[in-house]
């Protein structure tokens, strides 16, 4: 999946990267039950079909946010409500878009590679569930191209509970 459409993935444009990902998308999850087997591969197609240095999810557990099924380097495991990017998503029940991470007010710091970030809330019953956090070792990395496509991708997420 590195390469999109058997063209290479640096000549694509964004948008067309995810035009392509998507449907990509919903057939590996088309037919299948498993809802962490979905998740995994949704997560696989993101990190290297757009080539994010992390992808990852994290699941409303008692009171805070805990580690799920991710690519790319060891992470957080636990983040309190309203801490750091995904604790301001889920308190604030938004996407966050975060140009440079050094400069957002509470930032975790898990990996010191990652140096932009987007945070997509993922609801269940009208409550935030779990949030798809996505980092980048770029500034400025996440527009709101991305913040279209990756809600998308979290309605899809939703559909699969």
Same mark, same amino acid.
């Given at each position: 999946?590195?390469?999109?459409?058997?063209?290479?993935?640096?000549? !694509? *444009?964004?948008?067309?990267?995810?035009?392509?990902?998507?449907?990509? @998308?919903?057939?590996?999850?088309?037919?299948?039950?498993?809802?962490?087997?979905?998740?995994?591969?949704?997560?696989?197609?993101?990190?290297?079909?757009?080539?994010?240095?992390?992808?990852?999810?994290?699941?409303?557990?008692?009171?805070? !946010?805990?580690?799920?099924?991710?690519?790319?380097? @060891?992470?957080?495991?636990?983040?309190?409500?309203?801490?750091?990017?995904?604790?301001?998503?889920?308190?604030?029940?938004?996407?966050?878009?975060?140009?440079?991470?050094?400069?957002?007010?509470?930032?975790?710091?898990?990996?010191?590679? *990652?140096? *932009?970030?987007?945070?997509?809330?993922?609801?269940?019953?009208?409550?935030?569930?779990?949030? !798809?956090? @996505?980092?980048?070792?770029?500034?400025?990395?996440?527009?709101?191209?991305?913040?279209?496509?990756?809600?998308?991708?979290?309605? !899809?997420?939703?559909?699969?509970?």
């Amino acid at each position: 999946m590195t390469e999109i459409l058997n063209v290479p993935s640096n000549i !694509l *444009s964004k948008e067309e990267k995810y035009q392509s990902l998507i449907p990509q @998308i919903k057939a590996l999850v088309e037919g299948e039950k498993d809802f962490i087997a979905n998740l995994s591969n949704i997560i696989a197609a993101l990190k290297y079909g757009m080539d994010f240095f992390w992808v990852g999810v994290y699941f409303v557990k008692d009171e805070e !946010l805990v580690l799920g099924p991710f690519q790319g380097p @060891i992470a957080c495991t636990r983040i309190a409500y309203g801490k750091g990017v995904c604790g301001t998503c889920w308190k604030e029940n938004r996407t966050i878009i975060v140009p440079d991470v050094d400069k957002f007010p509470g930032h975790i710091a898990c990996s010191s590679d *990652s140096k *932009s970030e987007i945070v997509i809330p993922i609801f269940k019953d009208n409550k935030v569930a779990m949030v !798809l956090d @996505i980092d980048s070792s770029e500034l400025n990395t996440f527009d709101t191209t991305d913040q279209r496509h990756l809600e998308d991708i979290t309605h !899809l997420i939703e559909t699969l509970f």
